[in-house]
């Protein structure tokens, strides 16, 4: 038996997650994942209006708002086979493209960047090299050698106290780190411009959404914008112009600087593409839908197996049967009650049974969904591959942009194999990114298009049937697919399952033992210091984990779990 690594909390994600490792011969031989808190929020829904869903789900997570009010009201309009009108539907495509391009540069700069950056050794860098260098890369407005020199300032005031501030908790010097000092600097000056430019993103859910987090417009049939022209209270073209704005200042981030990046730090650390793959059966559904119906989408979306292109199921439609029947989740090795085997998320059962961390039993409260019973991987990747099968140009074209750029500085050619990896899953999360933000102005278009033509309407009333009906909303989410399954009876929720990206790739070992993504994706990673293991956080961190939504804590009998007091 090899040495035994327990990372407990896994830092810079949203929530509570586990990983132990077993490392022999300088690699990792096994892997468990474990989600540390309990989801109970399905229980919290039993009874309830099914038009109230949306916003209970939201506070399943203070990060993953918007996805799940949107997953949640199409679960209700499927069940209810409802038509939503054209405005509702570009109003909320606006909105969960620009949370989802807000959570992408966050997730890259803020959360996982410095992963592969040493901060510290920005210190020893010439602003002027930097500046020529980001000047061959691109012409962002930000790369000048005044801005490189004024963050270097800054940096060096930090480390002169003894207090690195934000960089406080890094693996500065470890033998992993790469990048030289002028990209380094680079780096930690695009770490500070995202933190502004990630601003308008948000601004335009919160427009939109009239908060954020936690958007208060969505309804099950619509949106409750009212639009009007001549009215400053509601959504109105003023109003639309600032999101436009907002827009293109996104553009030119992701397309001057945040692809640029990927590219350059997957040349730089061009043998991370061989390490991390794991699962390579990924899973992505449809998003962005363009008629009443939900059975046209701006973005595809489907099943490749084993990585292989040739091979991609697309899923077309909100009533898609494929998708439906494909879906069930495991506990065998989840701390709930179980031996009934996998279910469908429409049986689903969430008790709790916890009994500590066992190696081969029980170990997390995370469930294990599978397809069509194997493990899938979720999240940019999968859907980057599944557009990419389908012919997606736009995807094309800047997946093909990001692997021409990066083989450019490596020297070398890059094979599209190499986004089956740890850097891949960035450089997806990146060219998913650029995608998302020639559709989000392209939803702009649209709306205001229609306005002009005199339809104003958002909203079409429910009607719950007497007797029993069920349905799932799915939503192409940042970190991947999410579904909301809802069994409705006289009005009333019977049974409600939220199956998240986090619950796929996170999971456990399913019904078969077989390792969920995370465990996969760490088997052969090597380790060179497991005093230190950053290239364990390398790997999760690529997935951008969310485990408050993956599981949720509840105290049974409603007691306070934790009290925080604001100084």
Not at 72 to 78: K, L, M, P, Q
Not at 353 to 358: A, K, L, P, S, V
Not at 485 to 490: E, P, Q
């Amino acid at each position: 038996m090899g040495k035994r690594i327990t990372i407990d909390p896994i830092t810079r994600i949203e929530g509570h997650l586990r990983v132990d490792c077993e490392v022999n011969g300088g690699k990792v031989s096994k892997a468990w994942a474990s989600g540390q808190m309990w989801r109970g929020v399905e229980q919290i829904l039993l009874g309830h209006d099914p038009r109230d869903a949306w916003a209970i789900t939201q506070r399943i997570c203070g990060v993953c708002t918007t996805v799940h009010a949107v997953a949640s009201v199409r679960a209700v309009e499927n069940a209810l086979q409802m038509e939503v009108p054209v405005n509702a539907q570009y109003i909320r495509n606006l909105i969960i493209t620009a949370h989802a391009i807000h959570d992408h540069i966050v997730h890259f700069y803020h959360l996982s960047a410095l992963d592969w950056v040493d901060v510290v050794s920005a210190l020893k860098a010439d602003p002027a090299k930097t500046a020529s260098l980001a000047g061959g890369l691109s012409n962002w407005n930000g790369n000048s050698r005044q801005e490189f020199t004024k963050v270097k300032e800054r940096l060096a005031g930090f480390v002169g106290t003894g207090q690195l501030g934000i960089f406080t908790n890094g693996y500065w010097g470890h033998p992993a780190m790469k990048l030289s000092p002028e990209v380094n600097l680079l780096a930690v000056t695009h770490y500070l411009q995202a933190l502004e430019v990630q601003r308008y993103a948000n601004k335009i859910v919160a427009v939109l959404g009239s908060k954020s987090p936690h958007i208060q417009n969505m309804a099950v049939g619509g949106v409750s914008n009212p639009i009007a022209l001549d009215s400053q209270s509601v959504l109105t073209i003023e109003r639309l112009l600032a999101v436009k704005e907002w827009i293109d200042k996104l553009n030119d981030f992701i397309k001057n600087v945040y692809l640029v990046d990927i590219a350059a730090i997957g040349a730089f650390y061009a043998d991370w593409t061989a390490i991390g793959a794991g699962v390579t059966d990924y899973l992505s559904v449809p998003d962005l839908p363009l008629d009443t119906k939900g059975t046209q989408f701006a973005l595809p979306g489907g099943y490749v197996k084993g990585g292989d292109l040739a091979s991609v199921k697309p899923i077309k439609s909100f009533n898609d049967a494929y998708f439906r029947d494909g879906v069930e989740e495991s506990v065998k090795h989840s701390w709930y009650k179980g031996g009934k085997g996998a279910l469908h998320p429409y049986k689903g059962e969430t008790e709790p049974d916890y009994t500590d961390f066992q190696d081969n039993g029980k170990y997390s409260w995370v469930k294990s969904p599978t397809f069509y019973s194997k493990p899938a991987q979720v999240g940019p990747l999968s859907r980057v591959l599944a557009m990419a099968a389908q012919n997606h140009k736009p995807t094309l074209k800047y997946l093909t942009g990001v692997l021409d750029t990066a083989g450019s500085l490596a020297n070398t050619k890059i094979p599209l194999a190499a986004v089956h990896s740890t850097i891949g899953r960035h450089a997806a999360r990146a060219v998913s990114c650029a995608v998302q933000v020639d559709e989000l102005a392209n939803q702009w278009q649209l709306l205001v298009d229609n306005i002009g033509k005199g339809d104003t309407k958002t909203f079409n009333k429910p009607v719950f049937p007497k007797g029993e009906v069920s349905g799932v909303g799915f939503h192409e989410a940042p970190r991947g697919v999410l579904s909301h399954w809802v069994v409705i009876k006289g009005g009333k929720i019977t049974n409600y399952q939220a199956v998240v990206p986090t619950t796929w790739n996170a999971a456990p070992r399913n019904e078969g033992d077989e390792p969920g993504p995370y465990e996969a994706s760490l088997m052969n990673t090597p380790i060179a210091d497991p005093e230190r293991p950053l290239e364990v956080l390398r790997t999760v961190h690529s997935f951008d984990p969310c485990l408050a939504c993956a599981v949720h804590v509840l105290d049974a009998e409603g007691k306070p779990v934790v009290q925080v007091k604001a100084l």
